[in-house]
């Protein structure tokens, strides 16, 4: 499809802000990867239905950006529609009594950082083990983000969502397999929300596990903004950090891409790093846990790709 034809595809949808041949280094918190050929921001949730009716009516490949806090994009631009969600996804509450807890709905466009500034504020507990995650509320539901024995799923009610078909519908938590890193949605679903159950509490104990929380990340994590956290996932019954610094990956680089001498379990780009550089070094890590421990790891980080 052509530059024309896109745009000419694209414009007629409709209460979506459009933007052309986008940088995905300036959407992803690695800072790499080439333009996307179109970032479409739709208003509404009608928009969004009718942007996603016509990509998947036409074959146009697409995929949705929440935070880019844990995707790879490719070095070379990419014919295809990255999503992201509008203000239509970015509420928080009302929050509810419901006997001796809270009941609070998220939307899915909503910052980490914001739902626990919103927990702290209302003094609500139960979502601290977010502390330091980045990226948005439906890409943590998508993966079931968690740390420190917590993850988003322990908390959650139900989710709204859009099926393959573009229905709106409700999964409540016993309809979810949910498992290590994993909602369990269908692949072309999009998470619109949730609702979580959390508890009553003090303000000033919420501040000081939120504060205890990230100033321990920090101790360990390394301090650069340009990462994607965690590279692998851990292995049943063991650590992919602690396979990677056994395995001696501290400090291996690849161009610019270099793996954290604070956590082997990250990769920071020291300031020109290449999709292509990023990728590379993963395949070496992966190698190296393999030939050293027999263990392939999952990776976390998830590699745009068509």
Not at 29 to 57: F, K, M, N
Not at 123 to 135: D, K, N, T, W, Y
Not at 162 to 190: K, N, P, Q, T
Request: charged share 25%.
């Amino acid at each position: 499809m052509s530059r024309s034809s896109w745009r000419r595809f694209l414009e007629g949808a409709g209460g979506i802000s459009l933007e052309w041949d986008s940088p995905m280094a300036c959407h992803t918190t690695l800072r790499v990867g080439g333009a996307v050929a179109c970032l479409a921001r739709p208003h509404t949730l009608e928009a969004l239905r009718g942007l996603l009716a016509r990509v998947r009516d036409e074959g146009v490949p697409w995929f949705l950006l929440g935070g880019g806090s844990n995707i790879l994009a490719p070095d070379n631009p990419m014919d295809a529609v990255a999503v992201r969600l509008g203000a239509f996804a970015g509420e928080i509450g009302p929050a509810k009594m419901a006997g001796d807890e809270v009941q609070v709905y998220v939307g899915g466009g909503v910052r980490m950082a914001c739902w626990l500034r919103f927990c702290l504020r209302h003094g609500l507990r139960g979502m601290e083990f977010l502390a330091g995650i980045p990226g948005t509320v439906g890409g943590g539901l998508w993966m079931n983000a968690g740390a420190d024995g917590g993850c988003m799923a322990d908390g959650l009610l139900w989710l709204d969502c859009l099926d393959a078909s573009g229905e709106r519908i409700r999964l409540e938590r016993r309809e979810l397999e949910a498992r290590y890193r994993s909602m369990g949605c269908a692949r072309g679903w999009v998470l619109l929300g949730g609702c979580f159950r959390l508890r009553p509490g003090k303000r000033e104990a919420v501040r000081k596990r939120l504060k205890y929380l990230v100033n321990r990340r920090r101790e360990v994590q390394p301090s650069s903004r340009r990462t994607a956290g965690c590279v692998f996932k851990n292995p049943p019954g063991s650590s992919a950090g602690r396979l990677l610094d056994r395995a001696g990956v501290k400090g291996m680089r690849v161009g610019d891409a270099q793996v954290s001498r604070r956590h082997a379990n990250w990769i920071v780009n020291r300031g020109r790093a290449r999709s292509r550089d990023v990728l590379t070094l993963m395949e070496r890590m992966e190698k190296r846990v393999r030939e050293s421990f027999g263990i392939r790891l999952e990776r976390e980080i998830q590699v745009v790709e068509f």
